[in-house]
């Protein structure tokens, strides 16, 4: 099953995930080396996101996040796992796990009769 993973921070100015690079470099190598994980990267902070919304036909778009909130997604993985043991016992691994906070979504593949992708 394929999980999506978001790495959350607290640090609303989305300064503080600075992990050792050792230990990230570490994640991502035995994640591959294992299989299950597909691509990932960081994201910018909430400050450099542009939100989109249609109304009416007009295309709004805003320079602030979704909520105000504390929490921001800093980045993201997608898991190729098994179980959702094996999605937790990789996510648990992640540096940002013991000082952030990392949450799995299940994915729920498209049913198109002929997908893109």
Same mark, same amino acid.
């Given at each position: 099953?394929?999980?999506?993973?978001?790495?959350?921070?607290?640090? +609303?100015?989305?300064? +503080?995930?600075?992990?050792?690079? +050792?230990?990230?470099?570490?994640?991502?190598?035995? *994640?591959?080396?294992?299989?299950?994980?597909?691509?990932?990267?960081?994201?910018?902070?909430?400050?450099? *996101?542009?939100?989109?919304?249609?109304?009416?036909?007009?295309?709004?778009?805003?320079?602030?996040?979704?909520?105000?909130?504390?929490?921001?997604?800093?980045?993201?993985?997608?898991?190729?796992?098994?179980?959702?043991?094996?999605?937790?016992?990789? +996510?648990?691994?992640?540096?940002?796990?013991?000082?952030?906070?990392? *949450?799995?979504?299940?994915?729920?593949?498209?049913?198109?009769?002929?997908?893109?992708?």
């Amino acid at each position: 099953m394929e999980y999506l993973m978001l790495i959350t921070d607290e640090d +609303a100015d989305g300064e +503080a995930w600075e992990p050792e690079a +050792a230990d990230f470099e570490a994640w991502v190598a035995d *994640a591959h080396a294992r299989g299950v994980r597909i691509r990932g990267n960081r994201l910018s902070p909430p400050t450099d *996101a542009t939100v989109v919304r249609v109304r009416a036909g007009d295309v709004l778009l805003s320079d602030a996040p979704l909520s105000e909130t504390k929490e921001w997604v800093a980045g993201y993985d997608i898991l190729e796992a098994a179980t959702l043991d094996e999605a937790v016992e990789v +996510a648990s691994a992640h540096p940002r796990a013991r000082t952030g906070h990392v *949450a799995l979504y299940p994915t729920v593949p498209l049913d198109f009769p002929n997908p893109v992708i």
